[in-house]
């Protein structure tokens, strides 16, 4: 039997999408992932470029590391339970451990699976130019919020930030791609310095 797994698409001119095409074998299935374009490698197209910025990401991604047993499935459910995490925090987590290559995904299975394969999480920043180049941005007090929106001055301009959705940004490389390979660096930096905001006045509430 042959499967098809990918996000739905539009008619006539829509854009190309990534796909894995799965070929059930006797006691095995061959899967083959396609990015959507040749030019266009999955590290690169930024869908999960928010949760990896995400401050508590690289904390929450040790501990749920510690609780992985090499199970053939993990719940998220579950993890949340054992960690005391929100299941929003264990995806997030389980999107850096991924990346670092301690977790794959199933997706005849839709679920998530434990391994280890020889990478260092260092491989995360370095991967994803533009989570590193948006911590840039951000530690170089490059981000002032102005009102319902951001200004993020970077290296041709001031750009303005809106975090509505997905979020929008000014720049010459959100116009090209509108959201669709992912957050640009300004919007990502815009997202992380709302975060640490919100963050900073919960503990000041404590």
């Not at 095409?21 to 197209?45: Q, Y």
């Not at 990478?119 to 951000?138: I, K």
Request: proline share 6%; net charge neutral; with cysteine.
């Amino acid at each position: 039997a042959l499967r098809v797994y990918g996000p739905a698409v539009g008619g006539p001119g829509a854009q190309p999408v990534a796909s894995a095409w799965e070929v059930e074998l006797p006691g095995m299935r061959l899967t083959l992932t396609l990015s959507p374009e040749p030019a266009r490698g999955f590290s690169g197209e930024g869908a999960v470029l928010g949760d990896l910025a995400s401050d508590q990401a690289g904390g929450d991604a040790d501990l749920v590391a510690a609780l992985l047993a090499w199970e053939p499935r993990v719940e998220v459910g579950d993890l949340a339970r054992e960690s005391g995490l929100t299941p929003e925090r264990v995806r997030a987590a389980l999107v850096r451990l991924g990346t670092a290559g301690r977790i794959g995904y199933d997706v005849a299975e839709a679920a998530y699976f434990h391994r280890e394969l020889p990478y260092d999480t260092g491989r995360v920043e370095r991967m994803n130019p533009r989570l590193r180049d948006a911590r840039a941005l951000l530690d170089g007090d490059r981000v002032t919020p102005d009102g319902d929106r951001y200004r993020v001055a970077g290296g041709g301009g001031t750009y303005q930030i809106r975090l509505v959705g997905d979020g929008t940004c000014t720049c010459e490389w959100w116009a090209k791609h509108r959201g669709g390979r992912g957050p640009c660096k300004h919007v990502l930096a815009a997202q992380m310095h709302a975060r640490r905001t919100v963050t900073a006045e919960k503990e000041a509430v404590r």
